[in-house]
Structures are given as structure tokens and as C-alpha cells.
């Protein structure tokens, strides 16, 4: 009898939706290629990294077709079973390439040649001398004298990755100890001596407690829920309150948070709080610092494992908890190529691992709501402030007909004043970076526009250039038109002209603008930030990265300099990103012991958003929200997917969209609503027409049964090569 070779089913990084099938090197390595095995393979001329996905011994290929793998490269799986059907669900419900969602998820070192075991960590002992030494012989590198009093406090060997969690670039101070002999590497360690946890130093309040006692009453459940409490409310204390049972019980805690470069001061409370093994993981870190976390997640050693959206894809030993915080935040869907929800994973990972996820916000999206409303998700409530801090006093300013310094009213102006004069803080805020955003002929009309994007240039004066905020395009600035050479003018403000006015009128106040252009450097943010706390800076002027989750004790008065941006959009969740940034910033209020102002600067004072959201709050105004959804049969009272296509020929795109539509309404039969094709809010970008096709059903089921058979039939189409296109299930950024 012949006996059938193994046939090995490989993922490699290709957006080709399939597999590929090879035959393993030696008739002996068989035994241990299961799948998640990582492998160097031969495709075309190319040598490439694959995946083992499955194993079967039939493939669709002749067998004498099929090429051998080069080589095996770590003998353990990369993704465990439960960790790769996680991936190839997510591959089929988002119907994206399975080799790039596995590739994806994996941390870079790893989708190149190296192996895991590159990567076993040092361990660090004292020396009998290390042990031994007087600390004040160090008093001239305190770094080195913190470590080592640490380690002589600690008695025992650390994982460098966990001195480096606690001491951020230890590695120069570690490498001096080594050499003055006092502290060694070592192979031994013990994976739970590390877990220290400190105390709260206060009692959490009934509210606190009964959510916490909730959660822990379904701590081995399946179980989803929103903790729903502004911002100071106190949902950082009661994550903390589970964490710690999670860690006590030996499991792992999974934390999402939108920004961590942002927050520094968010992470630091989990390392106070927590003193056990912490991975890190976002983009800032080094790609050694990365992967080295990332193993110890999947090893178990790590019992908090905390980053940005792609941290969702974090192996885990033994999971016990996921959290993910400011739920409805923007930055959780990834916009570009594998276009997944980060929530809806999380939600997923908890699902199967029958573990409880926590969603926290303070102005939790309509999708949330309405799963609480539909009794999956359970609803715990923080509606006080803690002791010290009081909620705002809201203050709609009608600016029609006001004198204006720049983007400033007279009363915004004098307010400014009157707090600064009280030696508080202030924080002006405007989604808007640069100095102007139009640039025009005042006799004949030409405007500065992107001629890649046909949108308008915005002025950055620090730089005197313009940029296309769309595709980064950047020209010099024009003093005269280029058509009649008159004279050009300049409309619509941003951060860089609110510093100049603020400067102007107030020349004793120390201003900082925070914008994406003045924190490129690494530690910008935290210098700014750590300035602000100690009082250094008097205005602070921000965009929307100053509304995420930070703490600001001694502001008292917040503006909203341009409320009126998003009131009149297109995007059907305009309203309900407007009233989420509304809360956030006004939420950066007066969360100390002084109570805070929010003035808000509109055109538009009867508009009924700022009524509604002042007068009854968020909750009030979100039923409301989710009637007009429900009445026009938008998300979540329906599913959508967008068919999306760019070309530099508008043609191109919309002839493809208009062929893909003839043939989804042919597998469909009037299943699915489609509209389309349709240019994208952001018509034309970086070069390219932009075109959609929307796809909806009240039937989630029924959407992607068809979609999954529609993409082959598109993928044949020869009108699919001339141009990119791409499909975003449950899409969130229309424009
Ligand atoms: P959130 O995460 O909802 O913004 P935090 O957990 O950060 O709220 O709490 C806001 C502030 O209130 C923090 O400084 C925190 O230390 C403090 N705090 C939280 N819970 C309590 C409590 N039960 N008693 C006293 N202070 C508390
Ligand atoms: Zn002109
Ligand atoms: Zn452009």
C-alpha cells in the first residue's frame, strides 16, 4: 500500500484570498508539522515565510507539481489552536486575505526569518558583590543605584523585559552593573515570583463596588459589559479592582486603550498598581522590545498585557479578563488594508474564551447602547464624578455678530482673562491643525487647492508652506494669485493662528499648542504634559489628541472654539462623533477640586445637538440618535459593507463598481440593499477617484453568506485590475 504524503497548507503574506499547498522537506519532519508552524518555502523566485494552516493529504494540485518547504523555522507553533481559529474566523468574517490577517497579527521579527528562540530572555541575578554593595557607592548613577536597590530588595532574578517595564531604558544602566560585576545573567527563573500588588489607597465607592461585584459574580461567563460613567468617574479604580482578582486567580488581563504614547500617565497607574509582568505593546516600542512582550503574553509569563488596536491580537496562555477603554473611540477600526473592529475582536476573544469583556466610556457608541438596550450587553452604571471633582457648567456662546480676535470672541476672550487672573489653567480646543485653511484670490476667486485631492490647501505658518492635510502634499506659500495676480487672502482658522492671537492678547501667559505637528519629537507629549500637571503652562491649545483620557486638575475653563464643524455632515454618524467629542473635551474640565466651565463657540445656537446634550445630557440624546437609526434603517439596525474602489480614472472606479453591482444582484436576488456607485465624502485623494458601493441587510447572515460568494466573481473581473479596491464590513469612517 502507498501510502498518502502530507500535504501542508500554507499561508503566506499575499493578498491572494487562499491557501498554498506544499509538501514537507523530509518524510520525517511530518510527524511535527501541525498547524501554526512557521516555514521557509519557495515561491516563485522568491524564498518567503509561511504559516502551516492546516494538514490534509489531498491537494488540488498534482502532486508532482508541488514543491517542498525549505526548511522548518521554530519547532513550536507560533499561533496555538484556539489562537489560529480566532484568525481564520476573523479572515472570513472580514473577508480579507487569510495570509495577512495571520501575518498581521504577528509581531515583525516574526514575519521574517527569525526564530523564537532568538528571542529567550535574559534573566538578572545580584552578585554576591551586587548583593553586598553599599547604595550610596552608586549616588553618582542613580539609575544603576535604582536597579540595584530593586534587585537587593527583590532578592531574586528579574526578566529584563520586566526591569524594563518598571525602568524604561535600562539596558545601557544594566550593562554597567554587569560590568562592574555586581549583577549576572542567569538561565533560572520563576514565573510567579513576580506579582507584587499594591493596595488602592482608597475605598472604592457602592458604585465602583457594585460593578465590580457584578463582573466578578461571571468572572468564568461569557459575558459583556458596558461600564458606562463620565470621565473621573472612577472606571480606571474598578478595571483595577478586577485586574487584581484576575491576577490573583493566575490569569492574564488583555487592556486596549486608543493611545498609549498619549497616556503615559494611564500606564504608569497600571505599573504603580500592578508590579508584575507587563506587555506592552504599540507602535512606539522597538521591534525586539515588541516581540520580547508579545512571547511573554503567549506564554502566560505576562499577566497584563496592555497596548493599542493591534494588541487585540495578542496571544494569550490564560486569558481572564479583557477590557477595552473609550470603546466608541475611532482609532479601534483599522481604516487601511485588514479593515477589522478591535472592539468587536475583543468581544469575540471573550466570547470564546468565556471570559467577561468590559467596554468603558463616558459616551459609549450607539452600536454599545443598543446591545445594552437589546440585553446583551450589561449595563453598569458610575453617574458621580469622585468626591473631588464636580461636573461642568455648560455655556452655549451665540458668536453671531461678536468682535472676533481671529477664531476668539470677546466674551470667550474675557473669560480667558478672568481665569487666568484666578491663576487657573485653560484649555482651548479646535480640531484643526496649521494657521488657515483656505487660501484665495480676493478679484477673481481662485482658490490654493491639492490637485491630487481637490480639496483646499491649509497654510502652516511655522514652516510657511502649504499642505494638503489628505495626502501630505506640501508647496511653498503664494503671495499673488496665479491667475490674475491679485492679491491672496486667507480664511478658516487653525491651532498655529489661535497661538498667534492668544499671544498677542495675553503676552504674559505661557501657551503650548499640542498638535500633531508640535509632538512629532518622541517625549514632546510627555514633556507637554508633564508641564501642564506641574502648572508651567497657562493656555493650552489642542486638537483632538488633548481629548483622550487625560487628567488636567487645574483647568477651569475649557473652549470649544469651532462647534459647528460636523453639524452639518453628510457621514450619518456625524452626530454621534460630534456629541462624543463634545463630552470628551468638555470632560477635561475641572477634574480637580475646582469646578469647571465649557464655553462653546457656535453660529448655530438653536441647533438642537447642543440643546439636547446640554439641557439632558449624552444618554438623552443618543435614544434619540438611535430612533432616527432605527427609522432609517441605518446601523445597528442593519448591517453594512462597503465595496470601496480608487483609480485615477474616475471612470475606472465607477465602471468597476457598476459591473461588481450587476453581479452581486444576480447571486443576491433582491436580498441586499445596494446603493451605489457612489463617490466617497473625500471624492478624489492623493491622485484618485474614490467610489462605493453600499451594502446593506437587516440580516447579518444572509449579507456575508453572499458577499463571500460574490468576491470570487470579482476577483475574475477584468475590470478589477484597473483599479484598487477593497471591502470594509461593518465600515465606521465613510468619508
Ligand atoms: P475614569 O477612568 O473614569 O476617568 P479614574 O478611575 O481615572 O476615572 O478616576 C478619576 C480620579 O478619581 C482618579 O484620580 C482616581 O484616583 C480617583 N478615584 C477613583 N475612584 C475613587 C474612589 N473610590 N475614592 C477616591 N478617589 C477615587
Ligand atoms: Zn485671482
Ligand atoms: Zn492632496
Not at 96 to 101: L, N, W
Not at 211 to 234: H, P, Q, Y
Request: proline share 5%; net charge positive.
Amino acid at each position: 500500500m502507498i501510502t498518502q504524503p502530507l500535504i501542508l497548507h500554507i499561508a503566506i503574506a499575499t493578498p491572494l484570498r487562499r491557501l498554498f499547498d506544499y509538501l514537507p522537506a523530509t518524510t520525517s519532519e511530518s510527524d511535527n508539522l501541525m498547524p501554526g508552524i512557521r516555514v521557509a518555502i519557495p515561491f516563485g523566485h522568491r524564498d518567503l515565510i509561511g504559516i502551516v494552516v492546516s494538514t490534509s493529504n489531498k491537494s488540488c494540485r498534482p502532486q508532482d507539481k508541488l514543491k517542498k518547504i525549505h526548511h522548518v523555522i521554530d519547532a513550536q507553533p507560533i499561533f496555538d489552536d484556539n489562537h489560529m481559529d480566532l484568525l481564520k474566523w476573523a479572515s472570513h468574517y472580514y473577508h480579507h486575505a487569510i495570509g495577512e490577517v495571520l501575518f498581521a497579527a504577528l509581531p515583525a521579527p516574526f514575519r521574517k526569518n527569525n526564530a523564537i528562540t532568538e528571542f529567550d530572555e535574559k534573566i538578572w541575578c545580584l552578585t554576591e558583590n551586587g548583593l553586598a554593595l553599599d547604595l550610596n557607592l552608586l549616588k553618582k548613577t542613580p539609575k544603576q543605584a535604582q536597579i540595584l536597590s530593586f534587585l537587593q530588595q527583590r532578592q531574586s532574578g528579574i526578566d529584563e523585559s520586566a526591569l524594563t517595564t518598571l525602568y524604561p531604558r535600562a539596558k545601557p544602566s544594566l550593562a554597567a552593573l554587569e560590568n562592574k560585576g555586581l549583577i549576572a545573567k542567569s538561565a533560572k527563573h520563576d514565573p510567579n515570583d513576580f506579582i507584587k500588588i499594591n493596595m488602592s489607597p482608597f475605598e472604592l465607592n457602592n458604585e465602583q463596588k457594585s460593578a465590580t461585584t457584578a463582573v466578578l459574580k461571571s468572572m468564568d461567563r461569557a459575558s459583556v459589559f458596558l461600564l458606562d460613567g463620565l470621565t473621573g468617574s472612577g472606571k480606571t479604580e474598578v478595571y483595577m479592582a478586577l485586574m487584581e482578582s484576575v491576577i490573583r486567580a493566575g490569569k492574564q488581563c488583555l487592556i486596549l486603550l486608543p493611545e498609549i504614547g498619549l497616556t503615559p500617565q494611564q500606564l504608569q497607574r497600571f505599573k504603580d498598581r500592578f508590579e508584575v509582568s507587563i506587555a506592552i505593546q504599540h507602535s512606539g516600542l522597538s521591534d525586539s522590545e515588541r516581540t520580547q512582550y508579545w512571547l511573554n503574553a503567549k506564554s502566560g509569563k505576562a499577566k497584563i498585557i496592555i497596548g493599542t488596536r493591534s494588541a487585540v491580537w495578542t496571544p494569550l496562555a490564560n486569558p481572564g479578563l479583557y477590557i477595552i477603554d473609550e470603546e466608541h473611540d475611532l482609532s479601534y477600526k483599522q481604516q487601511d488594508g485588514f479593515r477589522y473592529s478591535a472592539k468587536d475582536m475583543l468581544i469575540m476573544r471573550a466570547t470564546r474564551d468565556k471570559v467577561p469583556a468590559i467596554l468603558g466610556s463616558a459616551t459609549p457608541s450607539l452600536e454599545t447602547l443598543y446591545n445594552v438596550k437589546k440585553g446583551r450587553f450589561k449595563h453598569l452604571l458610575l453617574c458621580r464624578r469622585t468626591a473631588t471633582a464636580k461636573p461642568p457648567q455648560y455655556r452655549l456662546l451665540d458668536i453671531r455678530g461678536r468682535k472676533m480676535y481671529g477664531p476668539l470672541s470677546q466674551p470667550l476672550v474675557d473669560e480667558i482673562t478672568q481665569h487666568l487672573n484666578n491663576k487657573n489653567q485653560v484649555l482651548l480646543f479646535l480640531n484643526r491643525r496649521g494657521y488657515a485653511v483656505h487660501l484665495f484670490c480676493h478679484c477673481c476667486g481662485w482658490k490654493a487647492e491639492c490637485n491630487r485631492c481637490e480639496l483646499p490647501y491649509t497654510y502652516h505658518k511655522h514652516i510657511d508652506r502649504l499642505v494638503c492635510h489628505h495626502c501630505g502634499v506640501t508647496k511653498p506659500y503664494l503671495q499673488n494669485c496665479p491667475e490674475c495676480d491679485g492679491s491672496l487672502m486667507l480664511m478658516g482658522h487653525g491651532t498655529e493662528r489661535i497661538e498667534e492671537v492668544l499671544a498677542a492678547l495675553f503676552p504674559s501667559a505661557v501657551i503650548a499648542r499640542i498638535d500633531r505637528d508640535t509632538t512629532r519629537k518622541k517625549n514632546a507629549i510627555h514633556n507637554y504634559l508633564a508641564a501642564i500637571q506641574s502648572g508651567k503652562i497657562d493656555i493650552m491649545i489642542g486638537t483632538q489628541m488633548l481629548a483622550k483620557g487625560h487628567h488636567f486638575p487645574n483647568v477651569t475653563l475649557t473652549g470649544i472654539v469651532d462647534a459647528d464643524r460636523g453639524l452639518f455632515s453628510t457621514d450619518f454618524r456625524a452626530s454621534e462623533r460630534l456629541a462624543q467629542l463634545f463630552m470628551q473635551i468638555s470632560g477635561r474640565t475641572g477634574r480637580g477640586r475646582k469646578a469647571g466651565t465649557v464655553i462653546v463657540q457656535t453660529y448655530n445656537p438653536g441647533h438642537p445637538l447642543f440643546q439636547q446634550l446640554i439641557k439632558y445630557g449624552y444618554n438623552h440624546f443618543c435614544n434619540s440618535l438611535l430612533q432616527e437609526r432605527s427609522d432609517a434603517s441605518l446601523p445597528p439596525y442593519s448591517y453594512m459593507v462597503f465595496l470601496r474602489a480608487e483609480a485615477h480614472y474616475a471612470n475606472d472606479a465607477k465602471n468597476f463598481i457598476v459591473k461588481a453591482t450587476m453581479q452581486l444582484k444576480k447571486i443576491a436576488n433582491n436580498a441586499l440593499l445596494l446603493f451605489g456607485p457612489i463617490p466617497a465624502l473625500i471624492e478624489k485623494r492623493g491622485g484618485r477617484y474614490r467610489y462605493q458601493l453600499i451594502i446593506q441587510s437587516p440580516d447579518r447572515k444572509s449579507l456575508h453568506k453572499h458577499i463571500a460568494r460574490w468576491l470570487d466573481d470579482i476577483e475574475s473581473l477584468k475590470d478589477a485590475k484597473k483599479v484598487r479596491w477593497s471591502i470594509d464590513v461593518d465600515p465606521q469612517d465613510i468619508t
